[in-house]
């Protein structure tokens, strides 16, 4: 028997029969840790359910906008993602098709995990991580059937098992290619990682055993901590935009055998599968490091890594932006390595470091008997950089002076050491990286307009953390594996509220912070109990404020909570706040989590509503931003209450 079709509406009057609770928890619970988590018996009404998902998705056709929650959707036709998939697979082949698909699958199943975070911020771990499943089937991808799925938070560990029924990407594979021999759901594995991995805050690998598309009756899928797995690399490999970005390792236990110890290092230098680094050969591998690595799966990251693939062949001069933190010699000392001048040298050098008076011997040399103390004669970094690449870091703290003198270095191709009579030839790729705006600097005339162009041939902009938010999880992995090792600590891992406090963080330091955060946190942490947002903001960090969550004490009362978001939703939040007045009615007071205010929750929920709308001018789509809800959700209790 056929099973029957549900629409939306239908979803949504189930939904409103039940008349849950406004975040679907029950009196009496309070936020929670992670702890650990067996879903033998999980009951398909624990929440959040469908219809409780089904709330944060609504249509605005007046605009052509679908939103599930915050997120943009689009409704496309199957046939359509088929054919983009065949496409793929015939123009660039399978494997690299592979990748790509799998990049998008994580980035969907990333972004679906924040939403459960934001969407219901004290749901069970459990019921959390069953959201993924439940999220996969109302988007039309496949109908997930949980065989079991376990985490034990003291060791840091997941496994689960699932079925896949009715997957899309099966239907499309097959009418295209027939049955073959290899499983062929690459995005929903990339889904199923970049959900759990998110959800967790560490490194949680899937993998179909089974497939349709390779003659199995149905999908099969087993989900690991990444190091429980002996050869994750076959998986995490197609993670990586490029070949030069590593997967993050999971934490490498000393018990780890050789050969798997072997393996995911293998993965951390990303080395594709099948092929071995130099120090392998030799027999030592080389420890990588935390600044050894590129990390990271988001779409911004990607658009860096394929414009640094683009222009590593040739000789153009590039210029690196973006923010403090962001990591610009990383990308930097990465251009050199997979360019054809990687066996030469690499010098870089911090403009902002140098005193002015030393800059042109710096950068040029200086002879024997130049100036008083210059003993010996000493080549410059230009000429270090002969034949390989010269990276000027902070070029917009170099004086105008100096930017003159460098300007003709570069036109002419030459240096004159200081002190010298002969001018020295060199052949040096220039890199640069500034986090100002050199363009403005050319307007307000601090910096030089003609060695502004010569810098800016092939301009790459790196992206700030807050704007990578997908990389979050990869790299908190990468940086607790190295710390483990470097510290000779042994930390399972992150507990759902640290894991919540980094997402909401706004990281205004970026990946030099959220490094020295974690860093910070292995020190402190305890061996064998997970890390605490008190571990990780112990140096006067302030996480953003902006959410409002509630969290129910008793039968009848509530203390409203702020979960932190940033961004201009947190500065509208703050007007919100600042702007809400004591109810006559009900004397509830909406304020920050600093000074919370216990009142019946039927009240406080209504008076936030009307005072959302108030501030809002009757605009309920602006109140749903201001409160951080959907306009289907904002819409459906102004209904309950009659607002």
Not at 125 to 153: C, I, K, S
Not at 409 to 430: C, N
Not at 448 to 471: A, G, K, Q, S, T
């Amino acid at each position: 028997m056929p099973k029957r079709r549900v629409s939306l509406a239908d979803l949504h009057r189930t939904a409103v029969g039940q008349g849950q609770a406004l975040l679907g928890t029950m009196p009496g619970e309070a936020p929670r840790a992670l702890g650990g988590f067996d879903t033998h018996g999980i009951s398909q009404h624990t929440h959040p359910t469908v219809a409780d998902i089904s709330e944060c998705l609504f249509f605005s056709p007046g605009d052509g906008r679908i939103w599930l929650q915050d997120q943009r959707m689009i409704l496309l036709h199957s046939e359509a993602l088929g054919s983009l998939r065949r496409e793929l697979i015939d123009s660039i082949g399978l494997d690299k098709a592979r990748g790509l698909l799998t990049r998008a699958g994580y980035v969907s199943g990333a972004r679906d995990a924040r939403l459960v975070r934001q969407q219901w911020p004290d749901a069970e771990p459990t019921a959390a991580a069953m959201a993924g499943t439940r999220l996969h089937a109302l988007e039309g991808v496949v109908q997930v059937e949980v065989v079991h799925a376990r985490y034990n938070a003291e060791l840091g560990e997941y496994d689960g098992e699932f079925i896949w029924h009715n997957s899309s990407e099966d239907d499309e594979h097959i009418a295209a290619y027939g049955v073959g021999g290899s499983p062929a759901c690459w995005m929903q594995v990339g889904y199923a990682t970049g959900y759990v991995s998110t959800l967790f805050g560490r490194m949680i690998v899937f993998r179909e055993v089974d497939c349709r598309s390779s003659g199995a009756a149905h999908c099969r899928v087993v989900g690991k901590s990444a190091h429980l797995w002996d050869d994750p690399e076959q998986d995490l490999f197609y993670l990586n935009a490029q070949d030069f970005v590593g997967t993050p390792p999971a934490t490498l236990p000393t018990s780890m055998p050789d050969g798997a110890r072997g393996k995911a290092r293998t993965t951390y230098l990303g080395v594709p599968p099948g092929k071995a680094t130099a120090s392998s050969h030799a027999g030592t591998a080389a420890e990588p490091t935390a600044h050894a690595t590129m990390v990271g799966a988001s779409s911004a990251f990607n658009a860096a890594c394929h414009m640094l693939q683009r222009v590593a062949p040739t000789a153009a001069t590039v210029l690196f932006t973006g923010e403090s933190g962001v990591g610009k010699e990383m990308f930097a000392s990465m251009l050199h390595r997979i360019s054809p001048r990687s066996s030469q040298p690499f010098v870089a050098i911090n403009c902002a470091a140098i005193p002015e008076t030393l800059v042109e011997s710096e950068l040029f040399g200086v002879e024997r008997g130049a100036y008083t103390g210059a003993g010996t004669s000493r080549p410059g970094r230009f000429e270090r950089a002969h034949g390989g690449t010269l990276f000027l870091d902070e070029i917009g703290t170099l004086s105008l002076v100096a930017q003159g003198k460098l300007l003709r270095a570069l036109q002419e191709g030459e240096v004159e050491r200081v002190g010298g009579t002969r001018t020295v030839r060199v052949d040096v790729r220039l890199v640069a990286a500034t986090n100002v705006d050199l363009r403005q600097a050319v307007r307000e005339g601090t910096f030089r307009e003609d060695l502004f162009y010569r810098l800016n041939v092939f301009p790459i902009h790196l992206p700030p953390l807050r704007d990578r938010r997908d990389d979050i999880p990869l790299l908190m992995s990468h940086f607790l594996a190295h710390y483990q090792r470097k510290h000779q600590r042994q930390v399972p891992g992150f507990s759902q509220a640290a894991v919540k406090a980094m997402f909401h963080y706004p990281f205004p330091g970026n990946i030099r912070e959220l490094q020295n955060l974690i860093e910070r946190a292995v020190i402190l942490a305890t061996d064998g109990e997970p890390i605490e947002p008190h571990h990780l903001f112990a140096g006067g960090e302030q996480s953003g404020g902006g959410v409002m969550s509630l969290h129910l004490q008793g039968n009848s009362g509530g203390t409203l909570h702020a979960q932190g978001v940033a961004g201009e939703g947190a500065a509208a939040m703050q007007a919100l706040q600042a702007a809400v007045a004591v109810s006559a009615r009900g004397g509830v007071t909406l304020a920050p989590a600093a000074a919370p205010v216990v009142a019946p929750l039927h009240q406080a929920e209504e008076q936030m509503l009307r005072q959302a709308l108030q501030s809002a001018g009757g605009n309920v789509a602006l109140a749903a931003r201001l409160l951080g809800i959907s306009r289907a959700t904002m819409a459906y209790r102004v209904r309950k209450f009659g607002i």
